[in-house]
């Protein structure tokens, strides 16, 4: 692959409504044409936004998908009519098939429930609960919500008669901020609810949410919001750089590893310079997920290539940046030294001056060169969006595994859609249902504690050691050299009054020590306040801490799993606001001219 992956185009349809006898002949046959009708409006708005924005999606032929529980009444009825406008059915069982069969009333439901299974592109079977059946129908609920993108309510819009139901999903979905196409039972408009129409609204109050009549012309405005890329000029641009990426093998700036070598930190390793293939090394790292995964003892089968690809190439790339980009601060700060040490060397070897002369000029220009290039190259820019990017696209896989469990959404989300954004819910979007009978939840569990949360655990406790190893030396150092300074400066008095004769005849070298030895010491002070070294160590042990409370949590609450899909979208909600405040905290230390 030699660019990263476009995502496949899709658009994911969940459905929710009443059973008999709260939906009869009657409604049935009154609600059948308007759900006809709001399916085709969506799939014949899809196919325009991607005949459109065709550029920005992978090759394969668009995919309409309608998540659906195939219970009796409304999702029996809006699959048969989804599988005619040309949709494929992903089915999520709140039961295993034969135990869920128990709650049909009747045969013919029996029947159509194994006809539209057997029809069904994927079926994944939840546990039951020990908490009873309105449990497993809320969490089979809570996965309609996590694969859809917006949610048809065949609803007669009366509260809710206990979780698991149709007003409780409804409530749960607006609360996520999916748009709810509500079809009413009594034949009135059917209307779509979101909060997409005001960002201010109320989310906890179904009358007081934004509502448009549905019609045609809603459809494309809802399905351009929902699928098409950030239309921001800039926005696009960014998309337009990383599809066109293409992998950065060398990695030539070094500046910052040498600086951790030299300050027995990190050793220099053959990754410093050079990385692999991007597709084979995340294959090896992504390996014993893969195995998990394909061995299926726990029973679940969830597709991931999309989500690995994408998350290879964003995690890779944001290394080969992050490595220019601190390189870039540290090469200006010791030019910036060396071009002032420069100067006041001529005041030592007036013989040389010229040539000092000459390499103070260098050194000013590679550091106005530097920045220059990591500027137009964007370094700052392009690591905090892929880095970003990657550890949204990461927890990804656990959630897919677990079949319930949705992304998180960033917090302090700004008002206009980021490209970042938009790329990693088309991923998650493509990668559809998992497929299966989850039979062993604690297995599932300690898995994903293990191999998802256990490395970050480690990598932020690593980071914080290294962190704060590296703010304390470089603290050390600086206050070294300005009491150095100092030093010179005092015996520079002392001698004035004591041997004047002596300092005068070496008064070159103490004004050489007395200004060559602060800026040092400011150079180094400013890459440690420009790294931010102290927070970010900081920041990790915090991240660390919170993490390990998620793992001791999974590892007691394995068989619970309602609980086990709250911790792992909070473990990935911890993961995500840790990268919201650091990317807060870089977001203004560009590369940049004085």
């Given at each position: 692959?030699?660019?990263?992956?476009?995502?496949?185009?899709?658009?994911?349809?969940?459905?929710?409504?009443?059973?008999?006898?709260?939906?009869?002949?009657?409604?049935?046959?009154?609600?059948?044409?308007?759900?006809?009708?709001?399916?085709?409006?969506?799939?014949?708005?899809?196919?325009?936004?991607?005949?459109a924005?065709?550029?920005?999606?992978?090759?394969?032929?668009?995919?309409?998908?309608?998540?659906?529980?195939?219970?009796?009444?409304?999702?029996?009825?809006?699959?048969e009519?989804?599988?005619?406008?040309?949709?494929?059915?992903?089915?999520?069982?709140?039961?295993?098939?034969?135990?869920?069969?128990?709650?049909?009333?009747?045969?013919?439901?029996?029947?159509?429930?194994?006809?539209?299974?057997?029809?069904?592109?994927?079926a994944?079977?939840?546990?039951?609960?020990?908490?009873?059946?309105?449990?497993?129908?809320?969490?089979?609920?809570?996965?309609?919500?996590?694969?859809?993108?917006?949610?048809?309510?065949?609803?007669d819009?009366?509260?809710g008669?206990?979780?698991?139901?149709?007003?409780?999903?409804?409530?749960?979905a607006?609360?996520?901020?999916?748009?709810?196409?509500?079809v009413?039972?009594?034949?009135?408009?059917?209307?779509i609810?979101?909060?997409?129409?005001?960002?201010?609204a109320?989310?906890?109050?179904?009358?007081?949410?934004?509502?448009?009549?549905?019609?045609?012309?809603?459809?494309?405005?809802?399905?351009?919001?929902?699928?098409?890329?950030?239309?921001?000029p800039?926005?696009?641009?960014?998309?337009?750089?990383?599809?066109?990426?293409?992998?950065?093998?060398?990695?030539?700036?070094?500046?910052?590893?040498?600086?951790?070598?030299?300050?027995?930190?990190?050793?220099?390793?053959?990754?410093?310079?050079?990385?692999?293939?991007?597709?084979?090394?995340?294959?090896?790292?992504?390996?014993?997920?893969?195995?998990?995964?394909?061995?299926?003892?726990?029973?679940?089968?969830?597709?991931?290539?999309?989500?690995?690809?994408?998350?290879?190439?964003?995690?890779?790339?944001?290394?080969?940046?992050?490595?220019?980009?601190?390189?870039?601060?540290?090469l200006?700060?010791?030019l910036?030294?060396?071009?002032v040490l420069?100067?006041?060397?001529?005041?030592?070897?007036?013989?040389?001056?010229?040539?000092?002369?000459?390499?103070?000029?260098?050194?000013?220009?590679?550091?106005?060169?530097?920045?220059?290039?990591?500027?137009?190259?964007?370094?700052?820019?392009?690591?905090?969006?892929?880095?970003?990017?990657a550890?949204?696209?990461?927890?990804?896989?656990?959630?897919?595994?677990?079949?319930?469990?949705?992304?998180?959404?960033?917090?302090?989300?700004?008002?206009?859609?980021?490209?970042?954004?938009?790329?990693?819910?088309?991923?998650?979007?493509?990668s559809?249902?998992?497929?299966?009978?989850?039979?062993?939840?604690?297995?599932?569990?300690?898995?994903?504690?293990?191999?998802?949360?256990?490395?970050?655990?480690?990598?932020?406790?690593?980071?914080?050691?290294?962190?704060?190893?590296?703010?304390?030396?470089?603290?050390?150092?600086?206050?070294?050299?300005?009491?150095?300074?100092?030093?010179?400066?005092?015996?520079?008095?002392?001698?004035?009054?004591?041997?004047?004769?002596?300092?005068?005849?070496?008064?070159?070298?103490?004004?050489?020590?007395?200004?060559?030895?602060?800026?040092?010491?400011?150079?180094?002070?400013?890459?440690?306040?420009?790294?931010?070294?102290?927070?970010?160590?900081?920041?990790?042990?915090?991240?660390?801490?919170?993490?390990?409370?998620?793992?001791?949590?999974?590892?007691?609450n394995?068989d619970?799993?309602?609980?086990?899909?709250?911790?792992?979208?909070?473990?990935?909600?911890?993961?995500?606001?840790?990268?919201?405040?650091?990317?807060?905290?870089?977001?203004?230390?560009?590369?940049?001219?004085?």
């Amino acid at each position: 692959m030699s660019h990263p992956p476009r995502p496949g185009f899709g658009l994911a349809v969940g459905i929710t409504g009443h059973r008999p006898p709260l939906l009869d002949a009657a409604a049935a046959e009154r609600a059948a044409p308007r759900l006809r009708e709001a399916l085709v409006a969506l799939a014949e708005a899809a196919a325009r936004i991607h005949a459109a924005e065709a550029r920005y999606f992978a090759d394969a032929p668009p995919s309409l998908r309608f998540v659906t529980p195939l219970a009796e009444g409304a999702d029996q009825l809006a699959a048969e009519l989804a599988l005619a406008a040309g949709y494929r059915v992903e089915a999520v069982l709140p039961l295993p098939r034969d135990d869920y069969r128990r709650d049909f009333t009747d045969n013919a439901s029996d029947n159509a429930f194994d006809a539209l299974l057997d029809r069904a592109g994927c079926a994944l079977e939840l546990p039951a609960l020990p908490a009873g059946r309105p449990a497993s129908y809320a969490l089979a609920g809570r996965a309609v919500l996590a694969h859809s993108d917006v949610l048809v309510a065949l609803w007669d819009g009366a509260p809710g008669r206990g979780i698991g139901g149709t007003a409780d999903l409804v409530a749960r979905a607006l609360r996520q901020g999916l748009p709810v196409i509500h079809v009413p039972l009594d034949g009135g408009a059917t209307v779509i609810r979101w909060a997409g129409y005001d960002p201010l609204a109320n989310p906890d109050s179904f009358d007081q949410m934004p509502a448009r009549t549905f019609d045609p012309a809603a459809a494309d405005a809802l399905v351009v919001q929902l699928l098409a890329p950030p239309a921001a000029p800039v926005e696009r641009a960014c998309l337009d750089r990383f599809l066109g990426e293409t992998e950065r093998r060398v990695r030539a700036r070094v500046e910052y590893p040498a600086l951790l070598a030299v300050l027995g930190i990190k050793r220099l390793r053959r990754a410093t310079f050079r990385s692999g293939p991007y597709d084979a090394d995340t294959r090896r790292e992504w390996e014993r997920f893969r195995t998990f995964c394909r061995d299926g003892a726990h029973g679940v089968r969830p597709r991931l290539d999309s989500i690995e690809a994408a998350y290879g190439w964003s995690d890779r790339l944001a290394q080969h940046f992050a490595q220019s980009y601190r390189s870039g601060h540290v090469l200006n700060f010791l030019l910036g030294a060396a071009a002032v040490l420069l100067a006041l060397s001529g005041l030592l070897f007036k013989e040389l001056k010229f040539w000092l002369a000459l390499c103070e000029l260098a050194a000013v220009a590679g550091f106005v060169l530097n920045t220059r290039v990591g500027i137009a190259r964007e370094w700052h820019r392009r690591w905090l969006d892929y880095r970003q990017l990657a550890e949204r696209l990461r927890p990804m896989r656990s959630l897919k595994l677990l079949g319930v469990g949705r992304p998180a959404v960033r917090p302090g989300a700004e008002r206009e859609p980021r490209w970042l954004d938009w790329y990693a819910a088309a991923v998650w979007r493509a990668s559809g249902c998992a497929s299966g009978c989850l039979s062993d939840r604690r297995a599932v569990a300690a898995f994903i504690a293990e191999e998802e949360l256990c490395p970050q655990l480690a990598y932020h406790r690593a980071a914080a050691h290294q962190l704060h190893l590296l703010d304390h030396r470089l603290h050390r150092i600086g206050m070294w050299l300005f009491l150095a300074s100092l030093l010179s400066c005092l015996v520079f008095l002392v001698g004035y009054v004591a041997a004047h004769a002596w300092v005068r005849a070496n008064a070159g070298v103490f004004v050489a020590l007395s200004a060559g030895l602060p800026a040092l010491g400011a150079a180094i002070f400013g890459i440690r306040v420009q790294g931010d070294f102290g927070a970010s160590a900081a920041r990790s042990s915090a991240t660390a801490a919170d993490l390990a409370r998620y793992v001791d949590a999974l590892e007691a609450n394995g068989d619970d799993l309602p609980r086990v899909v709250d911790l792992v979208e909070g473990a990935a909600a911890t993961m995500l606001a840790d990268l919201s405040d650091w990317r807060q905290a870089y977001e203004r230390r560009q590369l940049e001219l004085p």
